[in-house]
C-alpha cells in the first residue's frame, strides 16, 4: 500500500515536498516513480528512483527543478519541487513496481506499476 502526502496550493516559484509512505516491505527489486496527471490527459512520468542503488530519472520538463529520493529505513520515497509552474498543477501519483529492465520507456509506463497511492493535487498559481 502507497500513502501519498504534501500537497497543496503554492504560487509560482515556490516549492513543495511530496511523500510517499510505504507499507510492507520493500526491496532492491522495486522501482518507485511519480506520475501526474491533468484533467483530460494521460498519466505523465515526472521521476524514478531504483530502490537500490537509488539511481534516479527524470522527465525533461522536470529536470533540474524536481528531486526524487528514497529513506529505506522509513519506506519513503519523496519528491521535491522547486521553482514550481503553472504546468506543473496537477494531481501526483506515487508508484512501485518491479526493477526489471533498466530502460526509459520501462519506467515511464504506468504498466510497470503494480502500487499507486491515491494522489495528492499540486496546484501552481500565477
Known amino acids: 500500500q502507497l500513502q501519498a502526502s504534501g500537497g497543496g496550493l503554492v504560487q509560482a516559484g515556490g516549492s513543495l515536498r511530496l511523500s510517499c509512505a510505504a507499507s510492507g516491505r520493500t526491496d532492491s527489486r522495486y522501482v518507485a516513480a511519480w506520475f501526474r496527471q491533468c484533467p483530460g490527459k494521460d498519466r505523465e512520468f515526472v521521476a524514478r528512483i531504483r530502490w537500490r542503488p537509488g539511481t534516479t530519472r527524470y522527465a525533461d520538463s522536470v529536470k533540474g527543478r524536481f528531486t526524487i529520493s528514497r529513506d529505506n529505513a522509513k519506506n519513503t520515497v519523496d519528491l521535491s519541487m522547486n521553482s514550481l509552474k503553472p504546468t506543473d498543477t496537477a494531481v501526483y501519483y506515487c508508484?512501485?513496481?518491479?526493477?526489471?529492465?533498466?530502460?526509459?520507456?520501462?519506467?515511464?509506463?504506468?504498466?510497470?506499476?503494480?502500487?499507486w497511492g491515491q494522489g495528492t493535487l499540486v496546484t501552481v498559481s500565477s
Open positions: 508508484a512501485a513496481g518491479r526493477d526489471t529492465i533498466d530502460s526509459i520507456n520501462y519506467y515511464s509506463d504506468t504498466t510497470t506499476y503494480d502500487y
